[in-house]
């Protein structure tokens, strides 16, 4: 490790690093702007100036050394800096008054001010009179959709946006524009921002420029918002969140620093998605079905004896879990029900589907990869997937894998892969290989070396053809087999992703098999190979695995030809996973229907007893994530109303009931507990965050900031008098801004603020490295954890991967195959409740390609019937879907009687119209909708 | 322009160039020895050979920097592991205020410029080539197309070029006109398409570079004297110049001297010879200083006249040669306007990359601008000094654009100081009165339309 001094302190850092993240790694405060940790450097701001020292003799002889940047100063042993000397710091404190020659002086109606680094810098660098005596230059501001706020007048050049949005993202219509002291971050026309991931600007931008739309509207400062850490639950990724609160409304979701999963940034879907907590669909009273059908609004203890009573003594019960819901909630559920009576509340092809997924991950010789992990690949295989709108967040890493090539390159040319701007120039667009094998184009088609438009059979046929070629068992001149097994037999570190979006085993049993051959190869790489499977739940893999065995389905269920009393639906609809006749058939053998949920779904409308359900904003879970990363979601709020966590209502009822499991469940660590001791896969869950016993200095933890304010004028519409703080039995939070939030488990970590650091990127305060893991280490168990035991060649792998490719697709005359067309913004459940969102939605579509379309004689915009009157969809014509398949919008309002890999009939319906909806899409540009 | 040295082989660069400044055509061209180092260095001679002679020569850049060239083209990996192209870019944007040679070897004789362009890029083994030219240059820029269209009929240029396996492509990019397109980085971003925002260093250009490939840019000058040299050898290059400079170099002088021109004369000829040739001052008007180099170099003062135009020599007495093409300051003008003038542009010109430039640099100019519109405070003078540091010092922006902008203002303060007394004193100026110079705010932003309004608030 080089040894650097800095003013005349010696320091041990990092070989390889910058000064700058040296200095912060140390815990010294050198300002800066143009820097990011997963960006690198480019030397724009100048505001990380140091004073650099030839050497001892220089500094001896009072040599006033030289100016250069902390962060494009790579640290070598023996080099001589100061941080704090006059030089340095005048010309710092400069830089700041040049930034703010032309910045407004309005942070009191900034919506950044409180969390703005510019603040935070200006101060830090002791910057205040201004000597500037000119006008300041002003910009007009643009629309840039329902989510993003603009003002540019903020704007202070650092270049962070375009970094992120076009370099980092591959966003295309971010520009800088203009020259000089005129340059203009924005688009060329107003218009919604198309990526998928814009939502980061509001983190990214050191300033008020881009800012949250809805915290803008409904405003409260950073300081008086309470949070707690919490888990995206908008798909199987598992991002880490960090949601803020205030007048019990969420207002706004920022990311959680996990260093192995999201990093620094979060998808639009999970930043803006968790909004349906602030949705009026939320149930807040329980509600009894009277004789008329008209629910009324009952309290909560005749709820709980109304749920008793419908569980008590012989009635025939059955209950349905949810892949959305948390492993604590679905183990009290199924304990409450007795196994043979709990569905996961999949529907059948989910529920294989998902098992599938998790024992080919259990028996892969392959590495099951966090994201971080997916970062590190240096070759790719996508299966079926459209992972920017299936599991955003994966995306965004590949985007990142496929400089690992630059990277390598830039090493050859002693290039720091921080040198931003530096590796991109050299590597241009050479990339690490990607190859895409989906049903239509996808959104990362753009960085990938092929891709090829396949039905789902013909995708999975495709990754068996790899398999072979890389255990050597094939023809080499099978085309294209043969180029994309070369590409993984020569990568160090080869991922293989595929899913369950096209509802089809056999792509996942084939992206088994490559990574499974991949990790045998016989080659210097040999054992290094990844495998990620992709779930559509933040909860899919978790219920797989509390329920590994047999378990019935929502259709198995309904087969079930006998009568049930009473049937408990936790946190499920249950007419997005079946056809609407299967659900009415199961509805119909039902007496009783008992309905635990947050929202008004249509399932919750049709019951007899609706429970309001706490969100996951205001309680606390584990969820298994797709790598297998059990995480611990807390609440950031006191419930409001009467509602109450899943778990809360199910182990009162058990309780009532005198259930023996229930005997030594008393709190919510207890179920977790019990549920880890009852399912030996799950053992590890309660090692994902600390128990409710934690305590940090002998305090709990604060979920609000130091300064939190108006404790008791907030409440003065109510009472005058301050109440005291909800106590949080359950967790090691509390509801107030006493206690410590230093140094506990990274899983525990409500807020990133740190004295003289207002902002998010008081984070590496928080860090043991710039990009490394949290102080109190990386929130989550990983319970598939296969990375100690990868390079074990005897493990028996191959036991669940089916050998034998599926027969080759062919197009059958007036039957279409149905494939999917996922949406970021629609596919998601819980999201499409977000008001944030409405403008963004669209009404659900059939794609299909120009052949099929004009043998049905439709064009764009044209209605299509499907099979006996199972849908009526907007066409879009899209050649890439190949001929005899057609794409659904899935999880979209209209869709819910289709099936994924059903063949149905197609016919132009002849006086259809588009169902209503909001004018602007902001998908139009990119995925076709 | 007049032409002093008539010995064809003591003016190699401008030795085809006529009175009439009429271009010379391929056919003059070669009736006056033209393409012939490309006939006995192609496949005749190795590359390594010609590198040498370069190096010898002790040629040094002429764009504004003086980088020993031969030194500059060693860094270029030769025996390059990764097949692909290497790239030779002719720097023709010239856009440094005053400097006007580059265009009028453009102009004049552009098969000169592309015969020196083949033997570099055969000296380098680069097989494209690119003439990045100031948008302005519109008719250099049709005769370097008719200029190329005819060495590909010749075989000059394309696939292998006279038989000797060598490839090489050859193509004019008009630039978008801004003077940063001509920092090196900046036009390789420029040229790929991107915004012309210099590129930090390490990595040089000549490791990666355009396309992120070895890349070497050059001036119009600088690439004209490589296939004499090649020719006639390093000692007779050195021989050409005066001093410890080699060779020889074109100098101009603008302002109010009777012949403002440009001449090429032996490099280390004394400052006051270049005056002689321009027939002195005009009538009436006297010299106090000027910037030897182009608008982004230190003034020299009347005491400094004795002094040889060479790098070396120009540097020790606190300037740069820069583009060798001087600005004369008289005794009826204001050196605060002067100055101004010269800050504004910059700070117009600034890519807006970095925070010294694209802020220090308008703060610069409202001060200036206060001072000369007599709304200036005695503290002014401190600001401007502060500014000078906070901007001038190379190593605090990311490129040179900001620190050559406060050489005028720094060595100008220097010399004549009295200037800005004059104004923060009086509150105006009788060398000013006549200029009526506008405001800063009241003319730049005025009529400037789309996203980023300089409307002041
Ligand atoms: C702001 C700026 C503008 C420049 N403009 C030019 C130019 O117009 N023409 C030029 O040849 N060099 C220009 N240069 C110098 C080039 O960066 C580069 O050093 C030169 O082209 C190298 O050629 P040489 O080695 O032949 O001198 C400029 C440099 C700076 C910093
Ligand atoms: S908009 Fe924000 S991120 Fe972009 S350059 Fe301006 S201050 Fe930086
Ligand atoms: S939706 Fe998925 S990818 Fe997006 S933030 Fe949530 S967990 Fe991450
Ligand atoms: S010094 Fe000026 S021109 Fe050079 S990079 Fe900085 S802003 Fe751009
Ligand atoms: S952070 Fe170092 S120059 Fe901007």
């Known amino acids: 490790m080089p040894v650097i001094t800095i003013d005349n302190q010696e320091y041990s850092v990092k070989e390889g690093d910058n000064l700058l993240q040296a200095c912060l790694g140390l815990g010294l405060d050198l300002p800066y702007f143009c820097w990011h940790p997963d960006m690198g450097s480019i030397g724009a701001c100048r505001q990380c100036a140091v004073v650099q020292y030839q050497n001892t003799e220089d500094y001896r002889a009072g040599s006033r050394g030289r100016i250069v940047m902390g962060c494009m100063t790579q640290v070598t042993d023996g080099a001589i800096f100061s941080l704090n000397g006059d030089k340095a710091s005048e010309f710092r404190k400069t830089i700041v008054e040049s930034l703010m020659l032309n910045h407004p002086h309005d942070c009191p109606v900034c919506a950044e001010g409180g969390?703005?680094?510019?603040?935070?810098?200006?101060?830090?660098?002791?910057?205040?009179?201004?000597?500037?005596?000119?006008?300041?230059?002003?910009?007009?501001?643009?629309?840039?959709?329902?989510?993003?706020?603009?003002?540019?007048?903020?704007?202070?050049?650092?270049?962070?946006?375009?970094?992120?949005?076009?370099?980092?993202?591959?966003?295309?219509?971010?520009?800088?524009?203009?020259a000089h002291d005129h340059v203009y971050f924005g688009r060329h026309q107003e218009g919604v921002l198309e990526s998928e991931f814009a939502g980061n600007l509001v983190e990214v931008c050191p300033t008020g420029v881009f800012t949250d739309k809805s915290l803008v509207n409904d405003y409260s400062r950073k300081w008086d918002l309470q949070s707690a850490p919490s888990v995206c639950t908008h798909c199987a990724v598992g991002c880490n969140t960090l949601p803020g609160e205030r007048y019990g409304k969420l207002k706004r979701v920022h990311n959680r620093y996990n260093d192995e999963v999201n990093g620094y940034f979060l998808c639009d879907r999970g930043r803006f998605g968790a909004k349906f907590v602030n949705s009026d669909k939320r149930i807040n009273n329980p509600g009894l079905r009277d004789e008329h059908g008209r629910y009324n609004i009952i309290d909560p203890h005749q709820a709980l004896h109304q749920l008793v009573e419908a569980c008590q003594g012989d009635n025939n019960i059955a209950a349905i879990g949810s892949p959305r819901a948390s492993v604590e909630a679905n183990f009290l559920l199924k304990t409450l029900a007795g196994e043979q009576h709990y569905s996961p509340g999949f529907n059948a092809q989910e529920q294989s589907l998902a098992q599938l997924a998790l024992s080919l991950q259990q028996h892969s010789a392959a590495t099951i990869p966090s994201i971080k992990d997916i970062e590190c690949a240096d070759a790719i295989f996508i299966l079926g997937e459209d992972l920017t709108h299936s599991a955003p967040r994966i995306a965004l890493a590949l985007r990142q894998s496929v400089r690992n090539k630059a990277y390598a390159l830039a090493a050859e040319l002693k290039l720091q892969p921080w040198q931003d701007a530096a590796v991109r120039n050299l590597a241009q667009d050479q990339r690490s290989p990607l190859f895409v094998a989906?049903?239509?184009?996808?959104?990362?088609?753009?960085?990938?070396?092929?891709?090829?438009?396949?039905?789902?059979?013909?995708?999975?046929?495709?990754?068996?053809?790899?398999?072979?070629?890389?255990?050597?068992?094939?023809?080499?001149?099978?085309e294209p087999a043969n180029t994309i097994a070369q590409a993984l037999l020569s990568a160090q570190r080869p991922l293989i992703i595929a899913g369950s979006s096209c509802g089809n085993a056999a792509i996942m049993q084939a992206a088994a098999a490559i990574a499974d051959a991949l990790a045998l190869r016989k080659n210097e790489n040999?054992?290094?190979?990844?495998?990620?499977?992709?779930?559509?739940?933040?909860?899919?893999?978790?219920?797989?695995?509390?329920?590994?065995?047999?378990?019935?389905?929502?259709?198995?269920?309904?087969?079930?030809?006998?009568?049930?009393?009473?049937?408990?639906?936790?946190?499920?609809?249950?007419?997005?996973?079946?056809?609407?006749?299967?659900?009415?058939?199961?509805l119909q053998s039902v007496t009783t229907l008992i309905v635990l949920d947050s929202l008004e779904t249509p399932t919750l409308a049709t019951s007899q007893l609706a429970l309001p359900a706490a969100s996951v904003a205001e309680s606390e879970g584990t969820i298994v994530s797709l790598e297998g990363r059990a995480q611990r979601y807390f609440p950031v709020s006191e419930c409001q109303g009467e509602r109450r966590a899943s778990w809360a209502w199910l182990l009162a009822c058990l309780k009532e009931l005198g259930h023996p499991e229930a005997a030594n469940i008393h709190r919510f660590d207890d179920i977790t507990l019990a549920c880890s001791a009852a399912q030996p896969m799950l053992k590890g869950i309660t090692l994902a965050a600390p128990d409710h016993f934690y305590r940090n200095a002998g305090v709990k933890i604060p979920r609000q900031p130091q300064r939190y304010s108006g404790r008791t004028a907030m409440r003065a519409n109510v009472s005058v008098h301050e109440p005291k703080q909800t106590e949080d039995d359950e967790t090691a939070l509390a509801y107030t801004m006493e206690g410590l939030n230093r140094h506990q488990p990274g899983s525990l970590l409500p807020f990133v603020w740190s004295p003289g650091w207002n902002s998010n990127q008081s984070l590496h305060k928080f860090q043991t490295e710039t990009g490394g893991p949290l102080k109190g280490g990386t929130a989550g168990k990983r319970l598939l954890d296969n990375r100690q035991n990868n390079n074990n060649q005897q493990k028996n792998s191959q036991q669940a991967v089916a050998t034998t490719a599926p027969a080759a697709f062919q197009?059958?005359?007036?039957?279409?195959?149905?494939?999917?067309?996922?949406?970021?913004?629609?596919?998601?459940?819980?999201?499409?409740?977000?008001?944030?969102?409405?403008?963004?939605?669209?009404?659900?579509?059939?794609?299909?390609?120009?052949a099929d379309a004009s043998l049905l004689q439709v064009k764009n915009g044209d209605g299509l019937s499907l099979g006996e009157n199972l849908a009526c969809l907007r066409v879009v014509i899209n050649n890439t879907i190949p001929q005899g398949c057609a794409a659904y919008s899935v999880g979209i309002a209209g869709t819910f009687n289709l099936t994924l890999g059903q063949r149905v009939s197609l016919q132009k319906a002849s006086d259809w119209q588009r169902p209503k909806q909001a004018d602007v899409i902001a998908s139009d540009g990119g995925a076709h909708v | 322009m007049s032409t002093q040295l008539n010995d064809p082989l003591t003016r190699p660069l401008t030795k085809n160039i006529r009175e009439d400044r009429r271009p010379t055509d391929m056919a003059a061209y070669e009736a006056n020895d033209g393409y012939q180092s490309l006939h006995s260095t192609l496949g005749k001679r190795s590359p390594a050979d010609c590198l040498q002679i370069i190096k010898d020569s002790n040629l040094r850049g002429r764009g504004g920097a003086g980088f020993p060239t031969g030194m500059k083209w060693s860094f270029v990996p030769m025996e390059d592991a990764t097949p692909g192209h290497k790239y030779l870019v002719c720097n023709a944007d010239e856009m440094e205020p005053g400097t006007f040679k580059d265009r009028w070897l453009l102009e004049c004789d552009p098969h000169q410029l592309i015969e020196g362009m083949i033997i570099s890029a055969y000296t380098l083994q680069a097989d494209i080539g690119y003439i990045f030219i100031r948008s302005e240059y519109l008719l250099a820029a049709q005769l370097l197309r008719e200029a190329i269209a005819d060495c590909h009929a010749k075989g000059y240029l394309g696939d292998n070029i006279l038989g000797s396996g060598f490839n090489f492509e050859l193509h004019v990019h008009a630039s978008a006109g801004r003077y940063i397109c001509g920092e090196e980085t900046a036009l390789i971003n420029s040229l790929e398409g991107k915004r012309a925002n210099p590129r930090a260093k390490p990595p040089f250009p000549q490791v990666s570079g355009l396309w992120g490939r070895p890349t070497i840019v050059n001036n119009v000058e600088t690439l004209c004297n490589i296939h004499h040299i090649v020719q006639h050898g390093a000692q007779w290059f050195q021989n050409l110049g005066i001093g410890?400079?080699?060779?020889?170099?074109?100098?101009?002088?603008?302002?109010r001297v009777n012949k403002p021109?440009?001449?090429?004369?032996?490099?280390?000829?004394?400052?006051?010879?270049?005056?002689?040739?321009?027939?002195?001052?005009?009538?009436?008007?006297?010299?106090?200083?000027?910037?030897?180099?182009?608008?982004?170099?230190?003034?020299?003062?009347?005491?400094?006249?004795?002094?040889?135009?060479?790098y070396d020599t120009i540097g020790k007495a606190g300037s740069r040669m820069g583009t060798g093409t001087m600005i004369v300051l008289d005794d009826k003008t204001c050196a605060v306007g002067f100055v101004k003038n010269l800050v504004e542009f910059f700070a117009q010109e600034s890519c807006g990359f970095c925070t010294p430039c694209r802020d220090g640099l308008p703060w610069s100019a409202q001060v200036l601008d206060d001072i000369q519109q007599g709304r200036g405070t005695s503290e002014d003078m401190n600001t401007l000094a502060r500014q000078i540091g906070f901007i001038g010092a190379i190593g605090n922006t990311h490129c040179a654009l900001a620190p050559g902008a406060m050489e005028p203002l720094a060595s100008g303060i220097q010399y004549f100081r009295e200037d800005f007394e004059r104004h923060l004193n009086n509150g105006h100026c009788p060398l000013c009165h006549e200029h009526n110079p506008k405001g800063k705010h009241d003319s730049q932003h005025k009529g400037q339309q789309g996203v980023s309004q300089g409307v002041a608030s």
Request: with cysteine; net charge negative.
């Open chain 2, 261 to 310: 021109g440009c001449w090429e004369l032996p490099i280390g000829t004394p400052i006051r010879d270049i005056f002689a040739l321009a027939g002195g001052m005009e009538q009436g008007y006297e010299l106090r200083g000027f910037l030897p180099g182009g608008g982004s170099t230190d003034f020299l003062t009347p005491e400094h006249l004795d002094l040889a135009m060479d």
């Open chain 1, 811 to 850: 197009a059958s005359a007036g039957q279409w195959l149905l494939v999917p067309r996922q949406r970021i913004f629609g596919s998601d459940e819980l999201s499409s409740y977000s008001d944030n969102l409405a403008e963004l939605l669209s009404d659900a579509s059939i794609e299909i390609n120009s």
């Open chain 1, 115 to 178: 969390e703005c680094h510019l603040q935070d810098m200006t101060v830090m660098t002791g910057h205040r009179d201004r000597h500037y005596r000119g006008k300041k230059n002003t910009h007009r501001n643009q629309y840039l959709g329902p989510l993003i706020h603009h003002e540019m007048n903020r704007c202070i050049t650092c270049y962070r946006c375009t970094r992120y949005y076009n370099n980092y993202a591959g966003g295309k219509d971010l520009a800088a524009m203009a």
């Open chain 2, 244 to 255: 410890s400079d080699a060779g020889t170099k074109l100098y101009g002088i603008s302002g």
């Open chain 1, 526 to 586: 040999a054992g290094n190979s990844m495998l990620c499977l992709t779930l559509p739940e933040a909860n899919s893999l978790g219920q797989a695995m509390l329920s590994p065995n047999e378990a019935p389905s929502i259709e198995a269920l309904a087969e079930r030809a006998y009568k049930i009393d009473t049937l408990i639906v936790l946190e499920n609809d249950l007419f997005r996973r079946a056809p609407a006749a299967v659900v009415d058939k199961l």
């Open chain 1, 438 to 478: 989906a049903v239509t184009d996808t959104r990362l088609d753009d960085i990938a070396e092929q891709c090829h438009h396949l039905a789902p059979d013909d995708i999975a046929r495709l990754g068996y053809a790899v398999a072979e070629q890389i255990s050597g068992k094939a023809n080499a001149s099978d």
